[in-house]
């Protein structure tokens, strides 16, 4: 495998898995590891296919650094245009927001320890300025750090599921009763754990429009996701039943699916609880900082897009400054703002991940057969697959809705 090609698989792959895997058993609990496991593989391969079509719109035209915006006119026109950028714009001003606050809050606590205390706004300030002074120097740069922060996330990932997988139970494991409440809760959470598509367009061009081997990062990028996943689900769900006095629901009765934290201490008191406390707190920064890496890579990507700046100085220091700098002062002085923007995250991730690039594929595959041009790159399925895409994703944005709303069945 080619190196740029290993690179961009493990963007996608520290895209993927950021800090959220932690509280992705507690969001799945009550529809347990097998009804999880199940669902999860069907929500990998429809981010797999979703990441796809883009691909195939990237290969249709042949503008080299083509990024979302310029493919939302030539595909959905201004109409079109002007609602993927306030979607897409909205999501991920608010995501970067949130990791410069989770960045910051990192930042002290390591300071703090060896006795520095640091205001958080500095904090903040600085996380920003290392890792968007990565995303400034390019995509090889982010590849190589991403490669040395992925190694640290991988050895702390297996070290902290090898100390947890002695207390795991096959019976916790293969537990099915009472799961089909909790389904429609679980499957938006499910589908957001892979947000590799964002990357598409920017890992396209870092691979210089080869559409074999972004096929190959696409599927390798996602699938190790998806084992690193199944494996965590494995150590976390088959730890405690999902019922009774010491249990998932007992727990979730009192804490929310955020409280990870808490859950350790209520795992037990073992010899190795210390080591494991310190191999998640590892686990989650290096997590926080590749998510927060390839994120605003591909936001900064899209921002030079929209603005038709150059790759020269003056347009990588202004393209910088417009990826970098709301967000920023938006988490910093009215944090609010996007916090209420992320209650209804999941229907704009349907929207920009699933529903535009299906309609996106289905505006160009209707134009090359009415002109009759050249198709370089097509995947199976036809209009069948698209509409049921298309279906799916509808249905993840009835879900977010419901969620947010708090119309949904969790357990408790």
């Known amino acids: ?18 800090a959220g895997i932690l509280a992705l058993p507690l969001s799945t609990a009550g529809l347990g590891f097998v009804a999880t496991s199940i669902i999860i593989t069907l929500c990998w391969l429809v981010s797999m296919l979703a990441s796809l079509l883009i691909v195939e719109v990237l290969a249709a035209y042949p503008k080299k650094e083509l990024n979302f915006d310029s493919m939302y006119l030539l595909t959905l026109g201004r109409g079109g245009q002007i609602i993927g950028m306030l979607a897409y714009v909205i999501l991920l001003y608010s995501v970067a927001a949130a ?17 520095i205390k640091l205001p958080s706004w500095i904090a903040a300030v600085l996380f920003t300025l290392v890792l968007g002074g990565i995303v400034y120097r390019g995509h090889r740069a982010v590849d190589i750090s991403n490669r040395l922060l992925l190694s640290t996330k991988g050895v702390s990932f297996i070290i902290l599921a090898a100390l947890l997988m002695p207390d795991v139970r096959a019976s916790n494991l293969f537990d099915i009763s009472h799961s089909m409440p909790y389904l429609w809760f679980a499957i938006p959470i499910l589908f957001f754990s892979f947000g590799l598509q964002i990357m598409v367009p920017s890992m396209f061009s870092y691979l210089d429009r080869d559409t074999r081997e972004i096929r190959k990062a696409i599927v390798i990028g996602s699938l190790v996701p998806l084992v690193i996943y199944l494996l965590w689900l494995v150590v976390m769900l088959g730890i405690l039943p999902r019922f009774g006095s010491s249990s998932f629901s007992s727990f979730l009765a009192n804490h929310t699916p955020n409280d990870i934290g808490d859950l350790f201490v209520m795992l037990g008191h073992r010899s190795t609880q210390h080591l494991s406390s310190t191999m998640m707190g590892l686990f989650t920064n290096v997590a926080v900082m590749t998510t927060f890496l390839s994120l605003t890579l591909a936001l900064h990507d899209y921002m030079r897009d929209l603005c038709k700046l150059s790759k020269g100085r003056k347009g990588r220091n202004l393209s910088i400054l417009i990826t970098y700098l709301p967000p920023l002062l938006v988490s910093l002085f009215l944090p609010s703002l996007f916090q209420s923007a992320l209650e209804y995250a999941a229907g704009l991730q349907a929207l920009l991940l699933l529903i535009i690039p299906v309609a996106m594929v289905w505006s160009v595959r209707r134009r090359q057969d009415r002109e009759g041009t050249e198709v370089l790159f097509r995947i199976p399925g036809g209009r069948g697959l698209l509409a049921s895409l298309a279906c799916f994703g509808a249905m993840l944005v009835v879900l977010g809705f419901m969620a947010s709303l708090n119309m949904l069945p969790v357990l408790k």
């Open 99 to 115: 990791y410069m606050s989770g960045g910051a809050s990192i930042l002290t606590a390591l300071l703090s320890q060896g006795g």
């Open 1 to 18: 495998m080619k190196s740029k090609t290993l690179g961009a698989s493990l963007i996608f792959t520290g895209n993927c898995v950021g």
